[in-house]
């Protein structure tokens, strides 16, 4: 059973500076690529950011390109989100997700659609 656990989230200002990690644990995480999507109260649940199984490749959101890093630490079998600069705009909450398989996405690995695994969910809340 895949388990996905976030933390890192809370308060902070506007241009300030917050770290996310997810730790995965129920399969072999190495093999997997992992996302980031947000989420506002009323809204759709929006992509962040991607990365490969081996951290080779990695993906942004237009809106976060530039400001947000997402690694991973496969002998961790935790993935990261490193946030800076952040804006009021970026409040939401953060959620960790897993895609049901390893290779040949068939919408893509930023759609949310090929997600099954994700995480509780960590607010995150930037003030003006």
């Known amino acids: 059973q895949v388990q996905l656990v976030e933390s890192g989230g809370g308060l902070v200002q506007a241009g300030g500076s917050l770290r996310l990690s997810c730790a995965a644990s129920?399969?072999?995480?190495?093999?997997?690529?992992m996302g980031w999507f947000r989420q506002v109260p009323g809204k759709e649940r929006q992509f962040v950011a991607a990365i490969s199984w081996s951290g080779g490749s990695t993906y942004y959101a237009d809106s976060v390109k530039g400001r947000f890093t997402i690694s991973r630490d496969n002998a961790k079998n935790t993935v990261y989100l490193q946030m800076n600069s952040l804006k009021p705009e970026d409040t939401a909450v953060y959620y960790c997700?897993?895609?049901?398989?390893?290779?040949?996405?068939?919408?893509?690995?930023?759609?949310?659609?090929?997600?099954?695994?994700w995480g509780q969910g960590t607010q995150v809340t930037v003030s003006s």
């Open positions: 997700a897993s895609p049901r398989r390893s290779y040949g996405y068939k919408y893509g690995i930023t759609s949310l659609s090929e997600y099954d695994y």
């Open positions: 129920g399969r072999t995480f190495s093999s997997y690529a």
